[in-house]
C-alpha cells in the first residue's frame, strides 16, 4: 500500500482454505500511518454548504424523506445507498443499538447519528484519543473487550481480517448480540477469482496488516464455533481488485493509484469483470450476515 516492502509468510488451511500470518509484528502500529485511508478526516469537517447537501442526500438514503429516493437514485451517494441495503438486511432500524468495530474515524457512525440513529458506537484500538459527536461519545479507543451492553446490529467493515483473535471475537460477538440481533461481516475473501490469479500481488492480500483472510468455508467454520450461523452471503467486490493488483504487478505501491492509472475502457472492463464474478460468487470480497443459532 505505501512501498514500505517487506517479507511476510501466511499458512493455508489444507481444509478450508483460510490464509492467517505466521508472525505478526511487534510493532503492527507502524504499519498503520496517518495517511492510513481509515484515519482519513477530510470528510469529518465539510464545508457549509457540502454539510447541508450531505445532510439532504443522507436524508433521502436514510431519513424520513427516503421515499422519493427513487426518483433522483442516479444522484446519490453509492456508499450510503449501499448502508441503507446493509441495514435493511440486517433488520436495522431508527431504533437500533448498533456498534461498529474497528470504523477508523467512524465516518458511517457520524452520518447515522445526523439521520436519527442515537444508538450507535464505534470502537477501534488504532484512533489517537476517542472521537465524540455533538457532546456524546462516537468512537472509544480500544477493543471489542471494552464495550459492554446489548446491541442489534454489530458491524465489522473490512476489519475482522485485522484482528488476531478470531474466534474470541467472534466468541464475545455472540456474548454481545441481542437475540434476533445481526453481525455483518465484511471482508476480502480467499475463495475468489482475485486471490487465484494475483496470489502475492493480490491487492486486498494487504501484508502485514491483514492477520487472517477467510474463505467462506472458514468464516462459517468459525461462526458456528461460537454459536452463529451465516445466515447470508452477498458478494460486492469491486474493480479495485483489478485496479491494485495490476498496479502491484508492476512493483508500483497503492499511493499512486489515481483516475488516470487505467482507461475509462479499463475501468469498464474491470467493473463488468467483478459485476460478473460477483453474480458467479467468486468475487474478492463479500458482506456475511450472521445470526444465533
Known sequence: MFGFGGEFWYDRCGSCGG???????????????????????????????????????????LGRARRFTRWI?????PGMLQLRGWLERAGASRDSRILDVGCGDGAWLRRLRDQGYQHVLGVDPFIASPIERGGKLLV???TLDDVNGEWDLIMFHHSLEHIAD??????????????????LIRIPIVSSHAWEEYRDRWVQLDAPRHLMLHSTASLERLAESVGLRVDAVVHDSTMFQFEGSELYRRDRPLTELSTSSYSRS???????????????????????YLRRR
Not at 166 to 183: E, I, K, N
Not at 266 to 286: P, S, V
Open 73 to 77: 437514485e442516479p444522484l446519490l451517494s
Open 140 to 142: 472509544k479507543k480500544g
Open 166 to 183: 478470531q474466534r474470541g471475537t467472534l466468541a464475545r460477538v455472540a456474548d454481545l448480540l441481542a437475540p434476533s440481533g445481526c453481525c
Open 266 to 288: 479499463q475501468r469498464r472492463t474491470f467493473a463488468a469483470r467483478a459485476a460478473a464474478l460477483n453474480a458467479e460468487g467468486r468475487g474478492d470480497q463479500a458482506a456475511f
Open 19 to 61: 490464509l492467517q500470518l505466521r508472525e505478526i509484528p511487534e510493532n503492527l502500529s507502524a504499519f498503520y500511518p496517518d495517511n492510513y485511508y481509515a484515519f482519513d478526516t477530510k470528510g469529518a469537517s465539510p464545508g457549509r454548504a457540502r454539510a447541508w447537501i450531505r445532510l439532504l442526500r443522507d436524508a433521502l438514503v
